[in-house]
């Protein structure tokens, strides 16, 4: 099968790899929370090599995912798993969870599930990054992203850019507490919590 290719993880992946070599250091287990097309799983794995970088999504993206991962053939990539935000999750611990690009295409109580598994799987001294746009005390940061979050909402009416302070209410009430916020190419974020508690 053709691969499946998404220009934006070309132009992030750089970046996004700066942020991920200061804070996954000391990690060594990584789920990544939907893998899309599987690109930043190869690139990162390829860079981060003492982690095992764990894929997962959706069934329907598996496919695409696996064509990238077996050819790149990297010794930490691992079969991708099945993973629906709000049906069953794998079994941890990770030491670290990563997920670009889907807080803004999850329903809200995608979002919310999404948080609130995070404690079953992730573990007690467990790093959270997360990589999208944000919104901040209800306003969007860019002309362009108000332009992205109406293209959003056309396309589907539970999308939408999300507020920094809810997801950080969120992440509070799952014990992770905010450690760092990234200021990214394109009014991207990537913002990173610690868990505080368990």
Known sequence: MDKP???????????I???????????????????????HAV??????????????????????IRAWLDEAALPNTPPPL?????????HGPFDAAFSANTLHIMAWHEVEALFAQLPAVVADDGRLVIYGP?????????????AFDQWLKARGTHMGIRDAEAVDAL?????????????????NRCRVWQRTRH
């Open 5 to 15: 290719h998404a220009p934006a993880c070309e132009r992030n992946r750089e970046p």
């Open 17 to 39: 790899l700066e942020v991920l070599r200061r804070h996954y250091a000391g990690r060594r287990r990584v789920l990544e929370i939907g893998s899309g097309t599987g690109q």
């Open 43 to 64: 690139h990162f794995a390829a860079a981060l090599t003492w982690l095992d970088w764990q894929c997962s999504d959706r069934a329907e993206h598996l496919p695409g």
């Open 82 to 90: 099945e993973l629906d935000v709000v049906g069953p999750w794998p």
């Open 134 to 146: 944000f919104n901040y005390a209800g306003r969007y940061t860019s002309d362009s992203n108000a």
């Open 171 to 187: 992440a509070t009430a799952a014990g992770f507490a905010l450690v760092d916020d990234v200021a990214m190419p394109a009014n």
